[in-house]
């Protein structure tokens, strides 16, 4: 039952759903996050990485958009088949309610978009009482505003207009018929982060009626003085036609068909389109660990999502937009900083503007999970295994999708240059630690992925490679290096970094997924034996989840606790499918089961956030792209092992 807190606006009395309690609905250029109980709970606009305009999720204050039965109900949640179209259904014993949540996309291409958030909620059963609450706060709710009711005959319109002067921002309330009265009120919660307000508004619904929402900027988007139901009607159709059919695309048909397809449009949605880059998450400062420190800024591109991003899209058959991003990557090669090196992340725009870390400290966070953070300090980090995962990104465009550029080559030529010069230093990998620099082994795989993934386009396409002797060479010793200063022979199991020889890390899972190891190399085979026990006996596994160290034997510079990661989880799925289709079958059994355990600790929705509680419920920035991109390689490689065992 959606609890009373939920009905009427009471900073006090509210208290945020479950992170896994949400779904998603976005047009590629940013999203909002809707809780089973019809509230827009996280919202920023324009675009992915623009200040919030609702983000209740981390302060009841920070403003929200919710439309909800004023009577207890028991609600369910779910998308339109092959859609990103969201339905929500509120129950109950006098009626019941659709709401249906979604940004428009364009089906035809001589089609406009209108950057709405469209809301329209229709009674089919019964007769049903509807509180409506519209209280934006802008700016991370930092900016007062003023709220003012525009009425007409049948239409009502509340217009939101920012201090800072930026154009207003509108709620359009628009009635099917003419029956339906539309009382809104102008109302101002007592305890507030910002002057200005929001809107309120009751509805008696009979079955059959229904009415829209629409939140809207002026000037943003096509002019629209007045907005008539069969436009909403045709906006409808489109998106849906517009997600039907890239969705038509996929090229999957195996097992797991309905799951990777899941994942393929949940991926979808976090590229930005006019640059082809893919946000890690539309979501911020969502918590690692309840109460904790742990709380980042995901909406930004790391270079390190490129190759998988490339490969999951390739794989499915999603070639252009593998395509785009390889055009969004070319320009920041163009744009190498002095060194010759790259910034791990970016904007969604290719530049490095907004990601400077700052904390808001007037947000208590998500259940007192503070700070809350925007922008992200791992800018400034040195993670040298970003060009391991370049490399891959570039070699698999070549080879999946098509034939990489002169000019291309000429960029990956400078990036060999730089990894053959700085491949000793230390660094910070994969996992973003704000510790000490360390030899990290994933970032020594990478640095051999990357003279690997040159060498082989150089034969391959035969291009001109000066340095080719060179660049064999020192991949060779990085390989040598690995085997010699990276496995712990004693406990028999590759360790976390050359100083850290006792230490596990799941990273190392990669190994035989960029061909560096074969998955049956005994040394393999004992890592991933090590990294299955429990925790409490040295492993990484709790309840069939993987962690990516143990953060108490290990002190990454961050502090707190923190959940099972889910990329590294699915890698485990993967590792385990390579080894058993190429002598272990009984391996197979093992991927299998887990593969299965770990698509129920996805949300009712099949999302999954970055990480996840030991009690199953999702922790971290939600929706993750690493998480889907993991997860549709895992099903992939999965059911080409179970095709490879039931052939034999």
Known sequence: ????????????????????????????????????????????????DSPSVFARILDARAGHFSITPVEESSCKQMYE???????????????????LDFFHRQWEDYEPLYPWLIRRVCCIRGSTRI??????????????????????????????????????????????DGDISIPLEITRPSERLVDGGGITCYLELEEGQEITFVFRQNKLGPSVDYIATNLLDKLEDSTKRYWRAWIQ???????????????????????YEPTGAVVASPSFSLPEDLGGVRNWDYRFTWIRDSAFTIYALAQLGFRAEAVEYMSFIYHILKKKNTDGGINIVYSIRGDTEGLEEKELNHLRGYYDSRPVRIGNGAVNHLQLDI?????????????????????????????????????????????????????????????????????????????????RIEW????????????????????????????????????????????FISPTDPRFLSTMDNIMKPLEKGGLMSNGLIFRYNNFAYEDGVGGDEGAFTMVCFWLVEALAMAGCRGYPKLISTAVSMFEDLARYSSHLSIYSEECSLSSESLGNCPQAFSSIAAIAAAHILDKALSVINDV
């Not at 999203?31 to 709970?41: H, L, N, P, Q, T």
């Open 81 to 99: 088949p092959s859609t990103n179209v969201l339905h929500t259904k509120f129950y109950s014993e006098r009626g019941v309610v659709r709401l």
């Open 131 to 176: 509180k409506m609450e519209c209280f934006p706060a802008f700016n991370y709710a930092m900016e007062n505003h003023e709220t003012k009711i525009m009425r007409a005959p049948n239409y009502l319109q509340a217009e939101f207009y920012p201090a800072s002067g930026s154009p207003h921002y509108i709620l359009d309330a628009i009635p099917a």
């Open 472 to 515: 064999m060479d020192i991949r060779d010793e990085i390989y040598e290096t690995i085997m010699q200063s990276g496995y712990n022979v004693d406990n028999g199991y590759f360790a976390q970094s050359f100083e850290n020889i006792d230490i596990l890390d799941a990273g190392v899972l990669v190994m035989p997924m960029v061909s």
């Open 387 to 467: 060009y391991g995962e370049l490399m891959d990104a570039i070699y698999i465009y070549d080879k999946k999708c098509q034939p990489i550029a002169y000019d291309l080559w000429l960029e990956v030529r400078h990036i060999c240059d730089y990894v053959c010069a700085n491949w000793k230093r230390p660094d910070k990998s994969i996992w973003e630690v704000r510790g000490q620099n360390r030899n990290f082994l994933y970032s020594k795989i990478m640095l051999w992925v990357a003279l690997d993934r040159a060498l082989r386009i150089a034969f391959l396409r035969s291009l001109p490679c000066p340095k």
């Open 249 to 271: 695309q996929c090229t999957y048909t195996g097992r797991y068909r309905e799951f990777v397809q899941r994942n393929a449009l949940t991926l979808k949605l976090l590229i």
């Open 1 to 48: 039952m959606p609890p009373h807190s939920r009905l009427s606006y009471g900073a006090d009395n509210y208290s945020p759903r479950e992170i896994d309690n949400h779904g998603f609905v976005g047009n590629m250029h940013t999203s909002a996050m809707i809780s089973v109980d019809g509230s827009v709970e996280m919202m920023c606009w324009p675009q992915f």
